[in-house]
């Protein structure tokens, strides 16, 4: 039995599937310093770490783990210890009230031989420290949503603005120096539009700060050579 649908509905069917194909929109600001050569040799590890204070501050864990991962996809790949695994094995050393906050403390951190050793083990060359957060910095609009005979139906509009800020400080551990900084300022707009129901459109706006920065990494250091 064939059915007709009322002009009405397919209208608003089309506005559905419209609006699905749209996605918030995210800009990304990507600044690097570098102050000498960084040469990553065949082997050699980085570890990405976010900055802690305590409990009431801490950089994402999960930017921490898509910077990691994304660092080591592709052919310019680099060999990440995981941040969990890399803290664990060095408690307490580097927890939030006891881990190198500058360089200089690096050299009192390495007095102590198991420290140095677990470096070694994980033949590190680079520490890479991450602080930055992302917020929710703006919101307007509306949504209502009703209960009838047929079902739940909102109308209405939403949208929200995120800002991501993240720098990244890059210590060697063989020369005990800072060697330079990546940062990267994304911000973005996100909808939700309400036609029956409620459509998010998301700006990504920390996954796509996690990508830039950590593509920006990439060619920060040259190239492993097998």
């Known amino acids: 039995m064939n059915q007709v649908f009322p002009s009405k509905y397919c ?3 089309f506005m559905v599937l419209l609006l699905l194909s749209v996605s918030g929109c995210t800009t990304v600001t990507i600044d690097q310093v570098k102050v000498t050569e960084s040469d990553l040799l065949h082997g050699e590890s980085v570890v990405v770490i976010g900055r802690r204070t305590g409990s009431d501050y801490e950089t994402e ?5 898509c910077v990691g991962k994304n660092l080591a ?8 210890i995981p941040e969990a695994e890399f803290v664990d094995k060095l408690y307490p050393w580097f927890e939030a009230r006891t881990a190198p ?8 951190l390495l007095r102590y031989d198991k420290v ?12 890479i420290w991450i602080d930055g957060n992302t917020e929710k910095t703006r919101s307007s609009g509306s949504i209502s949503c009703s209960i009838s005979t047929v079902g739940i139906s909102c109308f209405g509009f939403g949208t929200w603005d995120n800002q991501s800020q ?5 210590w060697d551990y063989q020369t005990k120096l800072q060697i330079g900084k990546v940062s990267s300022f994304a911000e973005g707009t996100s909808y939700v539009p309400a036609i029956v129901i409620p459509i ?12 830039a920065m950590a593509l920006q990494l990439q060619t920060f250091f040259n190239s492993p050579q097998p």
């Open 200 to 211: 998010p459109l998301i700006a990504t706006v920390q996954t796509d700060a996690c990508k």
């Open 101 to 108: 906050s500058h360089i200089k403390d690096l050299h009192r």
């Open 116 to 127: 140095q050793k677990i470096f070694n083990d994980y033949n590190v060359h680079y520490i």
């Open 166 to 170: 993240y720098e990244a400080s890059i």
């Open 73 to 80: 996809k592709g052919h310019k790949g680099i060999n990440v």
């Open 61 to 65: 864990p999960e930017l921490i783990s």
């Open 11 to 13: 209208a608003t069917m």
